[in-house]
């Protein structure tokens, strides 16, 4: 069964009046939580554009450009914003839920954190409510402040990023143990890691950008303490 057939699933619980948040407990295991992968970034996404006052087109396509998304399967996706929406659940109540789901693992809570940026950046501005928001999404995943810095120094445009911040290392770590984090954060990427950790082929891309800006930062410490 296709993720848009089991996500079809899914919606059809919605339809008959259970919340997301319920449908959010028993998508624990796999292939059931690339479903739950999915409908969180859809629907902490719907949550998001509330944040700044209005959903723009960029912000719906955005959801394309996470998710290839068939034609046939468009109004299942379009039900679970608008529910999503519509919910009196809070989004920290839902981000809680989702964070049990992962058992507190951070990887695929990370890898959710970015396609939330993607989301907030597809108008080509990231507003001061969603910072908020995406900060308080990331405290109720347990994240730390640093590691919520390195995620949005990776998506948030700066014209001079702080690499280190990018790494989530420390200026005075030696080289030899900034690169074990690079390595990883890269292994990270790979397909087969995001595909255990929860993430549906359909949003595998999401790693391009991290893969991107770990690079470029690994490259500039090593081109500044060779100078």
């Not at 848009?4 to 009046?17: M, Q, T, Y």
Request: aromatic content about 8%; glycine content about 4%.
């Amino acid at each position: 069964m296709s993720l848009w057939s089991r996500i079809s699933a899914a919606v059809s619980a919605l339809a008959k009046g259970e919340s997301l948040a319920t449908v959010f407990d028993r998508l624990r295991t796999p292939p059931e939580r690339s479903v739950a992968f999915t409908i969180a970034v859809i629907a902490l996404g719907a949550k998001m554009a509330k944040a700044d006052g209005q959903v723009t087109r960029n912000e719906v396509a955005a959801f394309r450009e996470v998710f290839t998304i068939p034609p046939s399967e468009e109004a299942n996706a379009a039900r679970v914003f608008d529910l999503a929406r519509q919910d009196v659940a809070g989004f920290e109540e839902y981000a809680r839920r989702i964070r049990r789901m992962f058992r507190g693992r951070k990887e695929p809570l990370c890898d959710l954190m970015e396609g939330l940026f993607f989301i907030a950046l597809a108008d080509g501005k990231y507003h001061p409510a969603e910072d908020a928001f995406l900060a308080r999404v990331a405290t109720a995943f347990g994240l730390s402040e640093a590691q919520f810095r390195t995620l949005r120094a990776r998506f948030v445009p700066d014209a001079a990023p702080d690499p280190y911040t990018v790494l989530g290392v420390d200026p005075g770590d030696d080289l030899d143990s900034i690169r074990k984090v690079w390595r990883k954060e890269v292994r990270e990427t790979h397909p087969d890691r995001m595909h255990a950790r929860g993430v549906p082929e359909e949003a595998i891309h999401l790693a391009e950008r991290r893969l991107i800006a770990v690079n470029a930062a690994w490259e500039q410490i090593v081109q500044e303490r060779a100078a």
